[in-house]
C-alpha cells in the first residue's frame, strides 16, 4: 500500500513568488492536512479537507490556501512569499477527519531567498 | 489552544543506556499520540495511548499515559543509535488538527 506521496521535495523561491505543492493521501483516506514545521515553531496546522471541503484552518494569513480533488489529492498554495515561510511543509492523510492516527508523507523543504 | 509540553528537549545518551521523556499539558485529551521523525522525513507514528493509566509496550519501547489523561511518558530501554530522532507528542486539538508539542531531539551514539 503507497504511503503518502509529498512533491516536490525541495523548492527554493524568491520573496514575493508563489508556490504550490502537492499532496496524494494514502488510497482510500479521504481527510488531508497540512503542517508547517519549524525550529523554533515546531508542527503548526495549517488546514484541513474532507471530501473535498475545508474543515478546519489555523492560525495563518490568507496568502496561505489549499484545496482537494475528488480523488482527494490535496494541493497547498503560497503567494507573495515571505522568507519567514521557508519551512517543511508536512501532509498528513486520515481515513476520516475524526480519526486521530495521521500518516505523513516526506515533506517539501521550501527555501525562499 | 492545548498546550504539549514537552522535556527534555535535547537528550544525548550512550547506546545502551535507558531514558525518558515527558509530554504534559494542563488539558485533558481523549488520546495521545507518539511520533518519531528522522532528519528530512515526515513523522511516522508509533503508538496512540487512549485510556488513563494504560501502558503499551512497542519492543524496547514503552509508552504510558497518566491516569487523569493530561501527560505521557515514553521510555526506551538499552537505546541504540536506530532510536536518534526527534519524537513529538500530540493530542487531538479543536477541529480535527493535531496539537503537537516542540519535540525531544535523541542522539543516541555508539
Known amino acids: 500500500k503507497a504511503g503518502v506521496t509529498q512533491t516536490p521535495r525541495y523548492l527554493i523561491k524568491t520573496r514575493g513568488q508563489q508556490v504550490t505543492l502537492s499532496c496524494s493521501p494514502i488510497?482510500?483516506?479521504?481527510?488531508v492536512s497540512w503542517y508547517q514545521q519549524t525550529p523554533g515553531q515546531g508542527l503548526q496546522f495549517l488546514f484541513e479537507y474532507f471530501s473535498e471541503t475545508q474543515r478546519n484552518k489555523g492560525n495563518f494569513p490568507g496568502r496561505f490556501s489549499g484545496r482537494q480533488f475528488s480523488n482527494s489529492r490535496s494541493e497547498m498554495n503560497v503567494s507573495t512569499l515571505e522568507l519567514g515561510d521557508s519551512a517543511l511543509y508536512l501532509c498528513?492523510?486520515?481515513?476520516?477527519?475524526?480519526?486521530?492516527?495521521?500518516?505523513f508523507g516526506q515533506g517539501t523543504r521550501l527555501t525562499v531567498v | 489552544t492545548q498546550l504539549l509540553e514537552q522535556s527534555p528537549q535535547f537528550l544525548s545518551i550512550q547506546e545502551g543506556e535507558n531514558l525518558t521523556v515527558y509530554c504534559n499539558s494542563s488539558?485533558?485529551?481523549?488520546?495521545l499520540q507518539w511520533y518519531r521523525q528522522e532528519p528530512g522525513e515526515g513523522p511516522v507514528l508509533l503508538v496512540t495511548?487512549?485510556?488513563?493509566?494504560e501502558v503499551k509496550k512497542l519492543k524496547r519501547l514503552t509508552f504510558q499515559f497518566g491516569d487523569a489523561r493530561k501527560d505521557s511518558s515514553l521510555h526506551i530501554t538499552a537505546a541504540q543509535p536506530g532510536d536518534t530522532g526527534l519524537y513529538l507528542c500530540a493530542g487531538e486539538g479543536s477541529g480535527y488538527a493535531l496539537n503537537f508539542g516542540k519535540g525531544t531531539s535523541l542522539l543516541v551514539t555508539p
Open positions: 495511548v487512549v485510556t488513563g493509566g
Open positions: 488539558s485533558v485529551f481523549s488520546s
Open positions: 498528513a492523510s486520515k481515513v476520516g477527519s475524526l480519526n486521530t492516527e495521521a500518516f
Open positions: 488510497s482510500g483516506h479521504r481527510s
